[in-house]
Every structure is written in C-alpha cells, then in structure tokens.
C-alpha cells in the first residue's frame, strides 16, 4: 500500500511564496500520472495541477503562470512552487494520482494566504 505525505504549507502574506512536497512510500512517480489538489473551505475539491509520467504539465487557469509542478522520481517526491499567491489559494492541499486514487489521499498540508 503507497502512501502519500503532504507538507510546506503553512501562512504566507498575499503575494508571497510557498513550496510544497509530496513523498511517497514506494516509487510510483515514473509509473503514475500525479497531481496536486486542493480543497477550500464549503467547496469541492478541485485539481490545480498535474505532471504525467511523460513529464507533461497542465494547471487548473486559475493557478496558470503563478504555480509550478515539479518531481524528483529519484526521491519519490513532487513539488509544488506557489508564486504570487492570493487569498483564494487558501485551502488544504493535496497530492494523487491522476485521476485520484480513493486510497491515496492523505492528511494534506493546510496554506493559508492572508495578510
């Protein structure tokens, strides 16, 4: 059973930074298509962005031009680079597979963008 552990999020002023990383328990990353999501308070969770195994890249157009999808195969780890972040980037943040995998979703990593 994989398992996918969240972190770096944390309270950054509007139009500051962050850095997010997902680890996995077992390499996965060259196998799986994998994106982060995120879920904002009262809303559905939506995916903001994903990176195949091909090392494809699409963004959600709300985080287009401000957001960066990385991963590290030889960590097991994927990245997210939050620039030029605003108030509605707050939520909780999460790494799956694309589509999700019910099984994989884990705790998360709260960001909370305020001033």
């Known amino acids: 059973q994989v398992q996918l552990v969240e972190s770096g999020g944390g309270l950054v002023q509007p139009g500051g930074s962050l850095r997010l990383s997902c680890v996995a328990s077992?390499?996965?990353?060259?196998?799986?298509?994998m994106g982060w999501y995120r879920q904002a308070p009262g809303k559905q969770r939506e995916l903001v962005a994903g990176i195949t195994s091909g090392r494809s890249i699409n963004y959600a157009d709300s985080v287009k031009g401000r957001f960066t999808i990385s991963r590290d195969p030889a960590k097991n780890r994927v990245y997210l680079l939050m620039n030029s972040m605003k108030p509605d980037d707050t939520a909780v943040y999460y790494c799956n597979r694309v589509p999700s995998a019910d099984d994989l979703w884990g705790q998360g990593t709260q960001v909370t963008v305020s001033a």
């Open positions: 077992r390499s996965i990353f060259n196998i799986y298509n």
